[in-house]
Structures are given as structure tokens and as C-alpha cells.
Nanobody
Framework: QVQLVESGGGLVQAGESLRLSCAAS????????MAWYRQAPGKQRELVAG???????NYADSVKGRFTISRDNANNTVYLQMNSLKPEDTAVYYC??????????????WGQGTQVTVSS
């Protein structure tokens, strides 16, 4: 069992920055890819950025050039640096992690979410 806890959300004005953190704890052996998703009111949850165990990253087109995902494997933590924030970025941001065990079974975990609100 893995627990994911996000932090760093808040209320900012357009053009400002936030840095989100997600710390994994529990039975963390085998944690593989990690990602940030977001869900705005009335919309489906969407992938914002992902990072593999080897550090390969991918981003939604809407955040390319503004957001940066990174991870600290030693501390089982993933970050999302969000610059030049726009009102359209307002959403609840969720951390996600994949785990693969030696048995070959895979598991997927979600954090509780952290609110990001960008005012104009």
C-alpha cells in the first residue's frame, strides 16, 4: 500500500508561480512512473505532466514551456513547478504513481489533491 500526499497549492494571481510536491510513503518499493493530473469544475481529469523512473518527461500541450515536472527518487517525491500561471490552470491537482512488484502485478495510486486557483 502506497500513500501519496500533495502540498503546495494555493491562490495566486495570473503570471505568478507555484511549486507542488507529492511525497510517497508506505510500501514504496517498485514505484515507477509518477504524474500530475488536474480536474477543473465540469471537466474530466486530465494528465498535466508525467515522469518515468528514468526521468523521461511528457507534458500536456497547454502547459509546455510553463510547467516542469521532476522527481527525487531518494526521497520518493515528485514536484511540479508551475510558472506563468493562467486562470485556465485553476483546478484540483492530483498526484499519481504506478507501482510494479516483483510478482509482475501493477498498482496505481492517487493523492487526495491540492487546490490551485489562479485569479485574473
Amino acid at each position: 500500500q502506497v500513500q501519496l500526499v500533495e502540498s503546495g497549492g494555493g491562490l495566486v494571481q495570473a503570471g505568478e508561480s507555484l511549486r507542488l510536491s507529492c511525497a510517497a510513503s508506505g510500501s514504496i518499493f517498485g514505484i515507477n512512473g509518477m504524474a500530475w493530473y488536474r480536474q477543473a469544475p465540469g471537466k474530466q481529469r486530465e494528465l498535466v505532466a508525467g515522469i518515468s523512473s528514468r526521468g523521461t518527461t511528457n507534458y500536456a500541450d497547454s502547459v509546455k514551456g510553463r510547467f516542469t515536472i521532476s522527481r527525487d527518487n531518494a526521497n520518493n517525491t515528485v514536484y511540479l513547478q508551475m510558472n506563468s500561471l493562467k486562470p485556465e490552470d485553476t483546478a484540483v491537482y492530483y498526484c499519481n504513481a504506478d507501482q510494479i512488484l516483483r510478482t509482475g502485478r501493477t498498482y496505481n495510486y492517487w493523492g487526495q489533491g491540492t487546490q490551485v486557483t489562479v485569479s485574473s
